[in-house]
């Protein structure tokens, strides 16, 4: 399985950005999707994740803000982010897994595939 992610850019502090994780060589509907973050000298973080069939968990620094979705017709993930501070700035990888129990969502090793990253940067 790959993974691609998309849409990060440069952006001012308080718009909007959505990231787009597309995945091919398995189904996304039978898996569960994940969003991480990870600035340099940082350990990467958890953002947001569906846990198939469709429980969903958020960083709870985030809640509000970011809401993650996916579209299984176009096998691809989303991270609607809103209201952007300089803080998000990041590198935004996305994940996926067959089989993950909800408490581990948050816990980098429970994911068994990972995409490239896409930066986001929010700056004035």
């Known amino acids: 399985v790959q993974l691609q992610a998309s849409g990060g850019g440069l952006v001012q502090p308080g718009d909007s950005l959505r990231l787009s994780c597309t995945v091919s060589g398995r189904s996304l509907s039978g898996n569960s999707v994940g969003w991480f973050r990870q600035t340099p000298g940082k350990e990467r973080e958890f953002v947001a994740a569906?846990?198939?069939?469709?429980?969903?968990r958020y960083a709870d620094s985030l809640k509000g803000r970011f809401t993650i979705s996916k579209d299984n017709a176009k096998n691809t993930a989303y991270l609607q982010m809103n209201n952007l501070n300089p803080e998000d700035t990041a590198v935004y990888y996305c994940a996926a897994s067959t089989s993950i129990i909800f408490s581990s969502l948050p816990n980098l090793n429970a994911w068994s595939s990972w995409g490239q990253g896409t930066q986001v940067t929010v700056s004035s």
């Open positions: 569906i846990r198939y069939p469709g429980s969903i």
